[in-house]
């Protein structure tokens, strides 16, 4: 079973940066696709951005030309790179890795607020 530990979140201004660590307990070349959901209160989680081998990725049109997803394969770990970001970025971030089954993190605060 796979293991995800994040890290990387935080409060942060408009405008400002933020880069999230999703680690994984096995090999992620096991992996078949990661990456980032987030959930806002009285919310719906949704896809922020994913990434395959190849590797392929995707974004949410919100997120599209600020955040970068990618993989350190010899680290175990995929990155979202957040830029420019803005108030409603702030949500619950949540690392996903698929493999046999959807297997989450535990998820990160992210607070963008003056």
């Known amino acids: 079973q796979v293991q995800l530990v994040e890290s990387g979140g935080g409060l942060v201004q408009p405008g400002g940066s933020l880069r999230l660590s999703c680690a994984a307990s096995?090999?992620?070349?096991?992996?078949?696709?990661m990456g980032w959901y987030r959930q806002a209160p009285g919310q719906q989680r949704e896809l922020v951005a994913s990434?395959?081998?190849?590797?392929?990725?995707n974004y949410a049109d919100s997120v599209k030309g600020r955040f970068t997803i990618s993989r350190d394969n010899a680290k175990n770990t995929v990155y979202l790179q957040m830029n420019s970001l803005k108030p409603e970025d702030t949500a619950v971030y949540y690392c996903?890795?698929?493999?046999?089954?959807?297997?989450w993190g535990q998820g990160t605060q992210v607070t963008v607020s003056s």
């Open positions: 096995v090999s992620i070349f096991s992996i078949n696709a």
């Open positions: 990434i395959t081998h190849g590797p392929a990725t």
């Open positions: 996903y890795a698929d493999r046999s089954r959807r297997t």
